[in-house]
């Protein structure tokens, strides 16, 4: 066998920002969230909880918060996949001992959750629903903490919008970069990258065109030079730790 269902699956992917109003049926949601909880997790740790959305009100807060990201709004479910460290913390204090709180508890909280939504995803792009991450949870987490009840030792490390895609607003699938530049035999590569670069740019650049946007000259790389040489939530650092995450501490 040389492929599978899965494989169609997560070859088709697109991200979808137009949802119907149709709702997803419980029991839709529930096996796609049944499912996802298979996913694989740092030692048995499970260090993330999935906070399930449908509250109009809420909704449209959470878009604000996002930089008035409308999908958030018109998505049927929103789901908020979170880091969490509150649980593991009772666990440690039912065994009289002290959490470990650094930077290496951070990342397995939040590798965790990520892997959870991404099995949510397939699950649900399998289905036949859409989705978009919301990475843009990360704006405010601490007032989307506060919104969505989170306790200490939580955050929201992405969310992502659920429901039936409008048919006629799917896009093209979006141009990768170079297999030969991300997958890399036995040692990385590192011959210089710049002419695939380059060549991705063009790629993308056909790509807007074909849509009718508006195109910065180097469709990819400009637009990722530009973001990386920003500031990218420096305040997060003390947000987070407000959170309790201990991302600093030193052993
Ligand atoms: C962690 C993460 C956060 C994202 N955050 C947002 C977001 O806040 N808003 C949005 O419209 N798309 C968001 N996206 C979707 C990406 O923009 C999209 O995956 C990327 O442009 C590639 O397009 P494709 O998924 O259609 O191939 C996010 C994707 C990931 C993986």
């Given amino acids: 066998m040389e ?15 137009s949802f119907t109003n149709e709702d997803i049926p419980e029991k839709v949601l529930s096996n796609i969230l049944e499912a996802g909880r298979r996913a694989p997790t740092s030692s048995n740790m499970q260090a993330y909880s999935v906070i399930v959305v449908k509250d109009p009100a809420v909704k449209k807060e959470l878009a604000v918060l996002a930089g008035n990201q409308k999908q958030i709004e018109t998505c049927p479910v929103f789901l908020a996949f979170c880091a969490d460290l509150h649980r593991l913390n009772k666990v440690c204090e039912l065994h009289d001992v002290e959490m470990t709180n650094n930077l290496e508890t951070f990342l397995v909280s ?7 939504g991404m099995s949510v995803q397939t699950g649900a792009e399998s289905m036949g629903l859409g989705a978009v991450m919301i990475g843009a949870m990360r704006n405010h987490p601490g007032d989307v903490a506060r919104l969505l009840g989170l306790p200490p030792h939580v955050y929201v490390t992405y969310g992502m919008c659920l429901g039936w895609p409008v048919k006629q607003n799917i896009p093209p699938q979006k141009p990768r970069l170079p297999k030969d530049i991300v997958i890399h035999n036995e ?3 590192q011959t210089d990258p710049t002419d695939k670069i380059k060549s991705h ?14 195109l910065h000259s180097a469709a990819w790389s400009g637009v990722i030079a530009r973001s990386l040489s920003g500031t990218m939530r420096p305040e997060n650092l003390n947000i987070l730790t ?5 991302i600093c501490q030193k052993p």
């Fill in 242 to 246: 407000g959170l309790g995450f201990n």
């Fill in 187 to 189: 040692q990385y590569n």
């Fill in 3 to 17: 492929t599978s269902s899965t494989l169609n699956v997560q070859s088709q992917h697109v991200t979808i920002r």
């Fill in 110 to 116: 939040t590798i965790d959750a990520s892997l959870v």
């Fill in 201 to 214: 740019d063009d790629e993308l650049a056909q790509h807007y065109l074909a849509l009718g946007k508006n």
